[in-house]
Every structure is written in C-alpha cells, then in structure tokens.
C-alpha cells in the first residue's frame, strides 16, 4: 500500500536560517504530493502541492519538487522565521475516482521550532 | 467564503458511549472525507462521502459510521467508545480538483 516516511523532529533553526525537511514515498501508481501545515491547536492548512513528477510547488517563500526517480518531495525554504513555527506534515494522494476525491496518506509529521 | 466547518470543537465522553461529530464542506465542495488525528500522529484516513454514499473506507471497525445528507454536509458516528478513540477528527472537503483536500479546525474527542 501506499506510505510517506518523513524525518523526525523536532527540527530547531535561528530565525533566517535554510530549512529542510525530508520526504519519501511508495505509491502505486502516480500519485499527486502535499505538504500541509499545522499550527498549534489548529487543523491543516495545505501549503503547496505537485501533481505531476518534476513539477514545483510553491508558496510563502517554501518550495518542494516532485522527483519520482528518487520518490521524495523535500521540503525547503531559504529563510524561516519564528512565525513558521508549527508541525509540517507530507502527504500523498491517490488518483481520484471519477466524481470522487481521492484520500490522502500522511507522514508522522516533523514539527519544526524557530528560535531568534 | 467560508472554509470548512466542524463542531462541536471539543467533546468529552466515557466508554461505551456514542458520539456524533459534525462538518459542513467548503461552499462549492460535494465530497466530504474524514480523518482520525492521534497525538503526535498523522491523521488516518476513516472514510470519505459523495452523492451521499460511502465511496472508500480506510482501515477502521464498523464502530466508525458516517452520513452525508443532500446538502453535502457530513456526520460522523463512533458507537461503543473506547480510550483509544480519544483523538482529533478532521474533516476534509474536495470539490472539482479531487487531489485538493480542504480541512477544517477539527473536533478534539476525550474519551475517559
């Protein structure tokens, strides 16, 4: 079946510094790639997503590339403030039934914590 | 336009006891899917609803049963609590991208 594996947190960065989380999968088939965002005591709010291998995402200064040869889809950002504090979770999606979405399979989640 | 909508946002109960859980999907939206959050955990797919049936299950008991009624709103269902089932529910609504999932803030189930 299908599976996301992401690195464990937490991740602890200073303020401006380069964030990387890691992503993996194993899907059947080709599946579309998410990453959504938690913030404490909230639901999830989707932060970027890849449809197709090779396509970008990208949204509030993070970005991540859907790379099938490697089956990952890391996450990245140059510069992260004390604000993007919150757990991020990677996630896959299988191909919809027609009329239908589709479910969403979820890494564990790697909370990240920015410090001044 | 408002986003996906759950209530209540907290809910205590003992075991044994059932519970029904409420979301209202995004405007626009017709497919209503519904998640279980342990602590420290990602969410887990329970099941998901269009035109009012059951279109895929994860791996949960029948405990675990659900409605969609005609205005694609949705409902949630856990009979016979247990501890375990204490949790963050998350309802998720798609509308003509089906990849794109949109959540709610969730309903916090303490189960004692």
């Known amino acids: 079946g299908n599976s996301v594996t992401q690195m464990e947190g937490p991740v602890t960065l200073s303020e401006e510094a380069f964030l990387t989380i890691n992503c993996t999968y194993t899907a059947t088939g080709y599946p579309s790639l998410f990453w959504y965002v938690q913030y404490p005591g909230e639901g999830l709010q989707l932060l970027l997503k890849?449809?197709?291998?090779?396509d970008k995402g990208s949204n509030k200064g993070f970005e991540a590339t859907y790379r099938k040869e490697t089956t990952s889809f890391h996450l990245e950002k140059g510069s992260v403030q004390v604000s993007d504090s919150a757990v991020y979770f990677c996630a896959l999606s299988d191909r919809g039934l027609t009329g239908g979405g589709n479910k969403l399979t979820f890494g564990t989640g790697t909370q990240l914590k920015v410090e001044l | 336009d408002a986003g996906v909508t759950q209530s209540p946002t907290h809910l205590i109960k003992t075991r044994g006891q059932q519970v029904t859980l409420r979301c209202s999907p995004k405007s626009g939206h017709d497919t209503v899917s519904w998640y279980q959050q342990a602590l420290g955990q990602g969410p887990q797919f329970i099941f998901q609803?269009?035109?009012?049936?059951?279109?895929q299950r994860g791996n949960f008991p029948d405990r675990f049963s659900g409605h969609q009624f005609p205005n694609y709103s949705s409902e949630l269902n856990v009979n016979a609590l247990l501890l375990g089932d204490s949790a963050l529910y998350l309802c998720?609504?798609?509308?003509?991208?089906?990849?794109?999932?949109?959540f709610g803030p969730g309903t916090r189930l303490l189960v004692l």
């Open positions: 609803y269009y035109e009012e049936e059951e279109r």
């Open positions: 890849a449809t197709k291998a090779d």
């Open positions: 998720a609504s798609t509308g003509l991208a089906p990849e794109t999932q949109y």
